[in-house]
């Protein structure tokens, strides 16, 4: 059964649209874009459409390349104290002289949409409420809710760590009381535990899952999104060969993408102040 993420991000964001339309103050998500990296132009045009569908007020701050780092912490700081901002998100990557970690722990955690700030991390971590969930994986949890996968006690393994899929895809697999095995570049055997896997959730960005043997009927998540070697977008799974033996996948694309905007735009949908 396809794990169908287009549709189940139209009800995600049509829910948003109707608790949107019922705000008295509406939300404002300000969007920060350096430099002309082309896929990031694509990444927040599509977030600004998404805003523009559910209501939301969206504003994107572009700036050159060339931008000094002081500068761009300033604006956040500038944004942190705006009431009529609810949102902000730095769309990454950012030019190199630019320290990433700098810029994010700057970034107010009541206004941290994409939920990547050392507290709403930290609060994930430590079994608190985060303000904001990471867009991807609370995507994710949220299309396997639509399909009514039980999470609780499966065994699940996860195929990367970063800090903006992986590592908290397992917080929250966990935190739904999972058991999870989080697999990286130096993890030895990874077919081994695919295959014995309920949930695997693959971010890596490269053909991985390939094997034919992952656990009858287990669920299979496809977050990687890349070209393959004839310019085709593609994911991390072989999709012919495991559907032969899951029960639930997700394709690519129709599958995690839509359901990382739609889980944005729920995110941005919340106003703390
Ligand atoms: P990333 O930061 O490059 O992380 C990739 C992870 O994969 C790393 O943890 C790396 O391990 C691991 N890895 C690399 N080669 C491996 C191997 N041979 N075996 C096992 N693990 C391996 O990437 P990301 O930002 O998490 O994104 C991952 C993929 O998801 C990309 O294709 C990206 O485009 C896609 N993505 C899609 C969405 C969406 O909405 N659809 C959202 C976010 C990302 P180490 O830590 O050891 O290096």
Redesign the pocket.
């Known amino acids: 059964m396809i794990l169908d993420g287009k549709q189940t991000s139209e009800k995600v964001l049509a829910m948003v649209q109707e608790k949107v339309a019922a705000m008295e103050i509406k939300p404002h998500l300000v969007v920060i874009l350096v430099g002309d990296n082309p896929a990031s132009k694509i990444y927040v045009r599509n977030k600004q459409k998404a805003a523009l569908k559910v209501g939301i007020q969206s504003t994107v701050i572009e700036m050159p390349s060339e931008t000094a780092e002081e500068e761009l912490l300033n604006t956040i700081e500038e944004l942190n104290n705006d009431i009529n901002v609810t949102g902000i998100l730095v769309q990454l990557p950012l030019p190199k002289h630019i320290d990433k970690n700098k810029v994010i722990t700057k970034i107010s955690p009541l206004k941290d949409v994409d939920g990547f700030t050392p507290e709403n991390v930290g609060r994930l971590a430590i079994g608190l409420e985060p303000y904001f969930y990471p867009?991807?994986p609370q995507?994710i949890i949220m299309l396997l809710d639509e399909y009514n996968i039980p999470i609780e006690g499966a065994d699940a393994v996860v195929?990367?760590?970063?800090?903006?899929?992986?590592k908290p895809m397992t917080q929250m697999l966990l935190k739904r009381n999972a058991t999870v095995t989080t697999?990286?570049?130096?993890?030895s055997n990874?077919e081994d535990k695919i295959k014995t896997a309920d949930i695997v959730i693959?971010?890596?960005?490269?053909k991985?899952v390939r094997c034919k043997m992952v656990k009858k009927n287990s669920v299979v998540v496809d977050?990687?999104?890349?070209k393959d070697e004839n310019g085709q977008l593609t994911?991390?799974v072989d999709f012919d060969l495991v559907s032969k033996s899951a029960g639930f996948i997700s394709p690519?694309p129709g599958?995690?993408?839509?359901?990382?905007?739609a889980s944005l735009m729920f995110n941005a949908s919340k106003i703390y102040q």
């Open positions: 867009a991807t995507g195929i990367g760590r970063s800090n903006i899929v992986g697999c990286h570049s130096y993890t990874i693959s971010a890596v960005g490269k991985i977050v990687g999104i890349f994911g991390d690519v599958g995690v993408g839509p359901m990382t905007i």
